[in-house]
């Protein structure tokens, strides 16, 4: 490359890296290159570096301060007719044509309310301080589009829906979405309507899985699949039923005088009670479950159905949730003050995010059967795991 380009693409380098480049509000630094930089070591007895200065000076890309007619400094000529002409000498693109290309799309999306929506909404703020190069989530405009498709498609799945499959319906590449997944995932966690804990998988509970998931169950119900009838109340441990499987479900009989969903895998292999119907739910349920779930309400519309899960906000949100996605009125099993105050010895202290979610989880009516317990928990300062009942149990 010529000395003067190399001159030029230092010093336009230099400029687009700071903050002042991207926000015209910023009163930015002088950016300069200095004789004695190590640029020009190689070129320290040429005359040619002194015709190519000139060269700079004479097109208006740079100003030159000078002793006895020799450079001592260069500075970039930031006035925009001048960095027009400095972006098409170097045959660069200006980066804030991309930005702008961004903004287009991220305003048109911002009043939405979707984790589309709302991501666009926090993103157009943070362009103003870090280039779309820079950010964890996109690197241009079409990366961004791209995001924004994917988050699209996976917010609108109402069935469970494999990775590679959306990926090919998508982008024609049956990888394409698994590489985009850590930043869905990210997306999901700070831009859902849905609060999640960091042991969620956000994508899961929008029906998009790498392998077809299942529902562990075990009690008394009597139910037909793929031509055969099965007896669980006759069924030893616990049985599994896969997504496929579940399409063909059909309930017939119901021996159980409750049906309970559990949140945790330790709580629910555990758990006994011969006149229950026993799912286990893991977290937030995913589509699987709340089909299997439905389908039971529907045969069995007067059986009463239970959620056990955990004392904290994370099993205060997976209960709402519970309610309102299946359109099932369940009741807390082993969620209230009587409970807590028989395991409050294996309590544990709450972190500042947990009296943060619980103190806005006492403001909203969704939570209003918690209210008096989460009272106490933030007036106690902990909560309480399901796993707590059974080293009550064990002690």
Not at 36 to 48: A, I, K, W
Not at 80 to 98: C, H, N, Q, T, V
Not at 109 to 133: D, W
Not at 337 to 347: H, S
């Amino acid at each position: 490359m010529e000395i003067k380009k190399i001159i030029l693409t230092r010093l336009l380098s230099a400029y687009l890296n700071r903050d002042s480049f991207y926000n015209p509000a910023k009163v930015g630094q002088k950016v300069v290159l200095e004789r004695r930089d190590s640029l020009f070591n190689p070129y320290r007895r040429s005359l040619e570096i002194e015709d190519d200065v000139r060269f700079l000076e004479r097109k208006g890309f740079v100003f030159v301060t000078r002793h006895e007619d020799a450079f001592v400094s260069v500075e970039l000529n930031k006035d925009e007719g001048a960095l027009k002409s400095i972006f098409a000498y170097l045959d660069m693109e200006d980066p804030r044509i991309e930005i702008s290309k961004c903004l287009e799309i991220l305003n048109s999306r911002a009043n939405e309310q979707t984790v589309a929506g709302r991501f666009c909404s926090a993103m157009i703020p943070k362009l103003y301080h870090v280039k779309p190069s820079t950010s964890n989530y996109f690197s241009d405009s079409a990366e961004l589009s791209k995001l924004l498709t994917a988050i699209d498609a996976v917010e609108k799945l109402q069935q469970e829906t494999l990775f590679r499959v959306l990926s090919i319906q998508l982008f024609g590449n049956s990888k394409e979405l698994e590489k985009m997944q850590s930043t869905l995932d990210t997306v999901f966690r700070k831009y859902d309507s849905i609060v999640y804990d960091e042991e969620d998988d956000p994508l899961a509970v929008h029906c998009l899985v790498k392998n077809p998931t299942s529902v562990l169950l075990k009690g008394p119900l009597c139910f037909s699949c793929f031509g055969q009838t099965i007896d669980l109340s006759k069924w030893e441990g616990n049985f599994s039923l896969s997504s496929k499987a579940i399409a063909d479900f059909n309930p017939l009989k119901l021996f159980a005088k409750r049906i309970i969903t559990i949140e945790n895998l330790t709580s629910f292999t555990s758990f006994e009670d011969k006149d229950a119907l026993v799912i286990y739910l893991s977290g937030f349920h995913d589509a699987a479950k709340k089909e299997l779930l439905q389908r039971i309400h529907e045969t069995f519309p007067n059986a009463p159905f239970y959620h056990f899960g955990d004392m904290d906000s994370g099993g205060f949100y997976i209960f709402r949730r519970l309610c309102q996605d299946t359109g099932i009125d369940f009741l807390p099993y082993k969620m209230d003050i009587e409970a807590f105050e028989q395991v409050k010895g294996f309590a544990n202290r709450l972190s500042d995010n947990d009296r943060k979610r619980l103190s806005l989880q006492l403001e909203s009516d969704d939570f209003g059967m918690f209210h008096d317990l989460i009272r106490l928990m933030l007036q106690m300062d902990v909560k309480v795991e399901q796993e707590a009942f059974l080293a009550l149990q064990n002690n």
